[in-house]
């Protein structure tokens, strides 16, 4: 069983800056893509930023410039810096991994249970 356990979230004014980390334990083998999605409230889920294993990052436009991902792969760690943040910024923030566990084969993805991001103007 694999867990990802985010921290980090809270409340911030308009300008400001939050920095989001995941932890992912459990019988890990290896993490390959790692990420960060959003959910605001009435609104579908939707992807902010991730990165492969080799550091390759993927950005929303939305958040380009201000947010920036990072990992560390020997700590199963993944982290969001967040700068210049906005009202709309606010959602629950959610942590994603592509995890191989030990003794199996089969990549799985999993989901951390959600840190609240909130921007006041």
């Known amino acids: 069983q694999v867990h990802l356990v985010e921290s980090g979230g809270g409340l911030v004014q308009a300008g400001g800056s939050l920095r989001l980390s995941c932890a992912a334990s459990g019988n890990i083998r290896s993490t390959n893509n790692m990420g960060w999605y959003r959910q605001a409230p009435g609104k579908q889920r939707e992807l902010v930023a991730t990165i492969t294993s080799a550091g390759n990052t993927n950005y929303a436009d939305s958040v380009k410039g201000r947010f920036t991902i990072s990992r560390n792969n020997a700590k199963n760690t993944v982290t969001l810096q967040m700068n210049s943040l906005k009202p709309e910024d606010t959602a629950v923030y959610f942590c994603?991994?592509?995890?191989?566990?030990?003794?199996?084969?089969?990549?799985?993805?999993?989901w951390g249970q959600g840190t609240q991001v909130t921007v006041s103007s």
């Open positions: 994603n991994a592509d995890v191989i566990e030990l003794g199996v084969v089969t990549r799985y993805n999993y």
